[in-house]
């Protein structure tokens, strides 16, 4: 089992920048996928940006060029470093691990941090 906790999150203003981290406890041989989503406040869960084992990575439209997902194999960390954030980018933030196997994919979520970006 993996037990996920993400930290970084906090109050910012416009412009500014933060980075989450998400540790990963346990392991699971499975895993081929990382990522970070959000749900901003009356909006549904959406996909910010996630990282395969082999380094693929992918972003959401709206963060591209602003937003770098990271990871650290020795450390079973991934990390978003998140610049020139703009109020739209207030949501709680979830960090999820995919996993699957020859029956079924599964994922693993942490519990989320909140980012808020206001004047």
């Known amino acids: 089992q993996v037990q996920l906790m993400e930290s970084g999150g906090a109050l910012v203003q416009p412009g500014g920048s933060l980075r989450l981290s998400c540790a990963a406890s346990?392991?699971?041989?499975?895993?081929?996928?990382m990522g970070w989503y959000r749900r901003a406040p009356g909006k549904q869960r959406e996909l910010v940006a996630d990282?395969?084992?082999?380094?693929?990575?992918n972003y959401a439209d709206s963060v591209k060029a602003r937003f770098t997902i990271s990871r650290d194999s020795a450390k079973n960390t991934v990390y978003l470093q998140m610049n020139s954030l703009i109020p739209e980018d207030t949501a709680v933030y979830y960090c999820?691990?995919?996993?699957?196997?020859?029956?079924?994919?599964?994922?693993?979520w942490g519990q989320g941090t909140q980012v808020t970006v206001s004047s």
């Open positions: 999820n691990f995919r996993a699957g196997n020859i029956l079924r994919n599964y994922d693993y």
């Open positions: 990282i395969t084992n082999g380094g693929s990575t």
């Open positions: 346990g392991s699971d041989a499975n895993i081929y996928r």
